[in-house]
């Protein structure tokens, strides 16, 4: 139940074990993030309320904690699994597909079960009311997503891959269900559909734009173990940091889990070719940097970015990451990239680690300059990345404002 986001022998292990410290059922819980979408800034804990942008209008996360008024209280256990799975509510209402149902339709009967409990039995429940969608009337219409469903997910549980390791599923198990990680990082199709649902196609998490972020391909990234573990741990590795959506995947739900499940997911992750994204591949622009606008940008970097990125770009191990052969430096889609810029980042909270900060330049760099350190970034320290114009900026800070 998540916006931006990462992330056994042949029969699906319990999850109960893999983290002592807590019930199957909030560790099932953290897994699949429930409460970054469903806990609203400065709302009530799992009450709903946070916003999701769409082409059709806004529409809100609900209430489930188990108060019988406003949350899922009175939800039996088969109203609770047709809407997770399938994205069907109680009362007969199809869900947005900004749930992530098409993702937890895999989740195993064991999980689905232990979730439930918890949600019934070890949530507080909130009196808080739902609140309705912006989108107007007709559009606001809701059976047509029930065709939308059977046009675009797929309805079979999670199957184990019989010439892979129990670890290499375990891992595919955590991406492809509770962790639903190709709801931001899988293109989207015609009708706005994630294109593929697991690695047997080339575009499943190869890279994707989605509420105002480009969510980057994780397929094979050339990380190691140690890196992908520690930045779903840590929120940041020796040469990495995680900015934007993601920060809340990490400090809500990849921190928690275990070493060993961390490791599946990397040793999945690591397991697929990288395939380039069809949403971003492309020509590439044949725009030549001027003396003068590489000069500025130069200029630019050494008057703001240097003093911590360095001016050789290789940052400070574990504190600033490097921007030579940085993955968001170098993305063909520079979305995230600009708004990291734009409006500054700042690394997950989790466990003993405090956040580091970033600030924002939107208030003292031009369009034109803005284009120009990044090309400047871009295009030095073995970094090979297509240039970015002002007016890219100038759609950005639109995009930013409409979410």
């Known amino acids: 139940m998540k916006r931006l986001s990462f992330l056994f022998l042949m029969a699906l292990p319990s999850i109960a074990h893999a983290n002592p410290t807590m019930s199957q059922g909030e560790y099932i819980f953290r897994a699949s993030d429930c409460a970054a979408c469903h806990t609203a800034p400065n709302g009530k804990e799992l009450a709903g309320g946070v916003r999701f942008p769409t082409p059709l209008g806004y529409i809100y996360s609900t209430n489930i904690t188990p108060d019988k008024k406003y949350g899922i209280g009175d939800w039996s256990y088969n109203d609770f699994v047709r809407a997770v799975r399938k994205g069907v509510s109680k009362d007969g209402r199809h869900l947005y597909p900004a749930m992530p149902f098409p993702s937890y339709v895999k ?27 912006d989108i107007s009337w007709p559009l606001s219409i809701r059976w047509p997503i029930g065709a939308w469903n059977r046009m675009y997910t797929e309805t079979k549980r999670f199957q184990p891959r019989q010439d892979k390791s129990e670890q290499w599923n375990r891992g595919a198990y955590l991406v492809q269900g509770p962790g639903h ?43 190691s173990k140690e890196e992908t573990i520690d930045l779903l741990k840590k929120g940041r590795s020796k040469n990495k940091a995680i900015a934007g959506p993601m920060d809340e995947v990490v400090s ?36 030549s940097i001027l003396q003068t606008e590489y000069n500025n940008g130069e200029f630019m970097y050494k008057r703001y970015c240097s003093t911590c990125h360095g001016t050789d770009g290789k940052g400070n191990d574990h504190v ?31 466990h003993n680690n405090l ?25 030095n320290w073995g970094n090979h990345a297509e240039l970015i114009t002002p007016e890219e900026i100038k759609s950005t800070k639109e995009t930013i404002k409409k979410n």
């Open 320 to 350: 600033i990451p490097p921007l030579q052969g940085n993955l968001t430096v170098n993305s063909e889609d520079p979305l995230t990239l600009i708004r990291i810029v734009l409006e500054g980042g700042e690394t997950p909270v989790t």
């Open 107 to 133: 989740l195993s009967d064991e999980d689905m079960r232990a979730l439930y409990d918890y949600l019934m039995q070890d949530v507080k429940p909130q009196e808080v009311t739902n609140r309705p969608s």
């Open 355 to 379: 956040p580091y900060k970033m600030p924002g330049y939107q208030w003292v760099l031009t369009d034109k300059d803005t284009a120009d350190v990044l090309n400047y970034i871009r295009t």
């Open 181 to 223: 990680c190709g709801t931001c990082h899988t293109p989207r199709g015609f009708g706005m559909q994630e294109k593929s649902f697991d690695e047997q196609k080339g575009s499943y998490l190869s890279g994707a734009q989605l509420a105002g972020w480009y969510a980057p391909s994780i397929r094979n990234t050339g990380f």
């Open 252 to 287: 809500e739900s990849t921190q928690y889990l275990s070493d060993k499940d961390l490791d599946a997911i990397a040793t999945y992750l690591a397991d697929m070719d990288d395939h380039k994204s069809s949403a971003t591949s492309g020509a590439k622009k044949t725009i």
